[in-house]
């Protein structure tokens, strides 16, 4: 009967460890807000929160909510509008674009009127890029970027490298 104790207890012991997913860079909560249909990593300090494009102009507490946000490539287009951009610098958002085929450039204050208005209208790049860009007012645009090519899939060390850049970067 004992052995029998001893076996269930080892048996969740098990089960519990084997179904953490652990931490992403420290053992600090992080909130993500994510826009559009994404698939994310999971891990056991992370909290993912859906949010929609309307809510990047609206939500004025979203800086305070989350430390990142995630905008799929469903949404780029939207985000590259004109009041997205202003929103992001007056909030001083943290953005991490995903997959995008024209670049970085999209997604930064038009230095000149001859730059395209959105995102459609710039030339698609050989790569998909990740871009991670911290917005803030009266600052040079500044971003990290990764690429990789359509056969490729964002896939979890993906995640977590562009995570790391952000975070090394905020400590």
């Not at 609206?58 to 509008?81: A, M, R, Y």
Request: glycine letters at 4%; charged letters at 30%.
């Amino acid at each position: 009967m004992r052995g029998l104790f001893y076996a269930i207890i080892i048996s969740i012991l098990i089960l519990l460890v084997g179904c953490s997913q652990g931490n992403l860079i420290s053992t600090e909560p992080i909130d993500i807000g994510v826009v559009g249909e994404v698939s994310l990593p999971e891990y056991d300090n992370v909290t993912y929160t859906s949010i929609s494009v309307e809510e990047l102009l609206t939500n004025d507490i979203i800086k305070e909510t989350f430390q990142l946000l995630v905008i799929g490539e469903d949404h780029l287009e939207s985000v590259s509008e004109k009041e997205y951009i202003d929103a992001f610098y007056e909030k001083e958002l943290k953005v991490l674009f995903l997959k995008s085929e024209k670049g970085h450039i999209p997604f930064m204050e038009p230095v000149t009127l001859d730059l395209p208005k959105t995102y459609h209208d710039y030339n698609d790049w050989p790569r998909k890029t990740i871009i991670l860009k911290e917005y803030k007012k009266d600052s040079p645009f500044t971003y990290k970027s990764m690429d990789y090519s359509d056969e490729e899939t964002f896939i979890k060390e993906d995640f977590e490298n562009i995570f790391r850049r952000f975070y090394k970067e905020n400590r």
